[in-house]
């Protein structure tokens, strides 16, 4: 029975995994836009009057920015496993839900506010969207408990009609704001990686940390729900409960991520998918090991984003997607041909 | 004397005015074995989800040891029932033991992992049924008859006094048919295994279950014995069909020919 | 159960431990207060590259943003990102003594940041031309060039007033400045190319709208009776070709008076696309056009 998970090979896996984003996280902080010399780096900050700048780049903008990655791509990604357990549906990805329009709702309402005060030295617009995406989360949720037994169907179904229904309002937004509220809003959705606190980063991966625990705690659960709700009751999962914690803690965690950096796609979509045709579906192994592949993924593809055409940026989310989604196919490809033909 | 399991003034319809199961009376007793039989829509597998708390009661009661099924929390129940389902089909991403080592949910440590007694109960669910020789190999990958066995396992490796199955026998082939059925009657025997199961074959329902319930839906139901159950007027009753009996090794066996069989 | 309390104390720690031992962002250096010119610029925008050329500091200069490209000594000068995304890290590499940025979110944030790092930085608004005067007395003020400053600014207000003495009593021009072909995008009251009209003696014959720059329709551009149409050109390209085509495009209004009285424009866009030291330049090319100078 060697396909059962052991404690011993799950932290073999995940110390396996925690050391190859490490190493990533590393490569990545050394390359950028502008050339960093480590040995001049490590003679700390500059004397006084003076500024060391390999220091104060290395240090202040690419560690908090690599940091920073790491966190929300394993905030997504844990999520997108989540979502896909909890809908049963493979295409699922933490945005599915309408969290992606609350937050840029929240975020737009915040600019065209104009509000002036800032928490923690970060503007509000975050924490609006933050707001706005579980806000987003509580209606499609009640919404979708008005449809009875089908609930997940109710969910998904309250999940679209929301998504169009805020989607519009931010289009009609845009089209009466004054531009620079627009372009604003606009350049904060398609994902930014610019911040550069680093107890907000600390703050945000304590609350990322804690749901993928919370949701490591429901994994049996997640994994008696993919065979239904039926079943699940009968090997003594509470469907309902195990459903309703790992629905908020997904959200919550995704609800972090797009206030932190804005919406980038993809990353919850393509990386668990790819765990999951490696590893298989067993959510002990797949919750974590989802987060640390997100993570590197993200990290990545951001160092990529702020590479390729320097010194301009790309978004996050086009370099996730360009990578993402052939890297995607090739292995949906591969284990297809290793099922023995059986799609 | 009170059965482990007690059903009283059972009803309940998936839509208003149109009950599928209505005042059904009957119990269970600890360690005996049930036959469910009955015409397609008579209620089969809807009486089955509600004896293990899937579906809510509109009527009447169930009691499983004593209790009311919707007073036990679904991990308490899950060590008094558990439950073999119609439907086969796939889920992706699991191996058979991953599958299997499920009923064991409720037994997992702190972590979320297995001990050994739940390795051997898996160990022991897969050689009773005879798919240790998949045992790692994709569910998705087994044909229909073998995934059933994966599902008997399963309910075999939760090790509950009650074991409801919902047509467990349809797609395995003769073989299997008759090995799960001994399986399940030596289980009975050894250990004092209540088995309840809903199945098309009357005849395998007559040799194997201790009592027979026939549920006719609308014609009402009739609950006892095997033999006193089993007769030609009930299946013209209930059924609607007429049977031919024989005997075979001194049992009733009823045969249906149909208008062109032979 | 234990286990999610045990979730919840790990949780605790964690904070704690962050928002005990992490700094807080450093205070940040102040922008004014220095005697002394600074050595070494960076300009995070094209308008603020001008008036700190204008300011007589363009060897001071070591980084501008990607599209500043007046006057052309910046032309070799170290680029570091797009106005709306400028590159932190080029201007860190670059050690300037003060850095200008425009005060809106984008860049204030990225000069928030480089305070917090150790460097001077300095924001200035200029949507409207009150605020471009503004703008320059205070960049005067943080590189020691109060004099210079005054003075650029006296010059430009006397000009101005050159440009706008004479036509005071003429019936003003109504001008629809488009921004845009298809849709059609004009600007409105509320922009600093308002003034510019304003100052060249037109007034704009858009009424006030919600939005800066508002698409509007035929109808509009017809009910308004529209005396002279301007049209900034796009990038660097042939004008001539650029006039024919929007000759052949404002054909079909021919009930409008700006084209009846082929009154259609194209001007050269880089006087006029951003507020800077050479406003004169532009509002002149605008009174040319209104026939006002």
Redesign the interface.
Known sequence: MRSLLTPGKLVLRLAAGLAVLAAVCAACAMV???HVCLSEALKG??QAG??N?DY??LV???LPRVALAAVVGAALACSGVVFQALLRNPLADPYILGISSGAGLGAMLA?IAGFNWTF??R?PVGGFAFAGAMGTVWLVWWLGRLAGRGQMTGLLLAGVVVNAFLSAIILFLTS?????IV??TI?WLMGNM?E????VI??A???V??GI??LY?LAGGLNALSFGEDDARSVGIEPARTRLVAFMAASAVTAVAVSLSGLIGFVGLVVPHSVRLVLGSDHRQLLPLSAVAGAAFLVGADTIARVVV????LPVGVITAIVGGPLFLVLLVRSCRGAGGLR | MRGIIEVDGLSFGYRKGEPVLAGLTFSVGKGSFTAVVGPNGAGKSTLLSLLCGSLRLQGGAVRIDGRAVGDYTAQTLAGKVAVVRQETGAVHGFSVAQTVMMARTVHFG?LGFESAADRQAVHKALAETDTQAFADRPLASLSGGERQRVYIARAMAQETPILLLDEPTSSLDLRHQVGMLDLLKAGQRDRGLTVVAATHDLNLAGRYGDEVLMLGGPAGYEHGAAETVLTQENVRRFFGVEVAAGLVEGRRVLVAVGRFGR | M???WL??L??GV??GA??AL????AAGVPATGEAEAPLRIVCLAPSVTEIVCALGLADALVGVS?FSDYPPSVMGKA????F??P????V??L?PDLVVALD???QR??A??LN????RTICVRDEYVKELFEAIEYIGAATARTAQAAALAADMKRKLAQIRGPQAADPRPRVLWVVQREPLRVAGRDTFVNELIELAGGVNAIGPT????PPVGAEQVVGRQVDVIIEPAMGAGDLDGQQRTAEAFWGRYGAVPAVQNKRVYVICGDSVSRLGPRLCEGVSLVARCLGTD
């Open positions: 950028g836009s502008e900050p500059g003076g500024v700048p104060e780049i202040h903008i690419r600019v923690l030295g503007s009466v704001a004054r531009s620079e372009y604003s350049f610019t550069g606190d680093f107890r600390w703050v991966a304590g609350f940390l804690a625990g919370v705690l320097a010194p301009a940026q | 702190a | 234990a286990r999610w979730l919840l790990f949780l964690w904070m962050g928002l992490i700094d807080g962002p990607q680029r570091v990102g797009s709306w995304q590159d932190i890290e080029a860190i590499a050690r809106f979110p984008q944030d990225v928030g940041r917090r790092v150790g460097f919600v939005q800066k720059y």
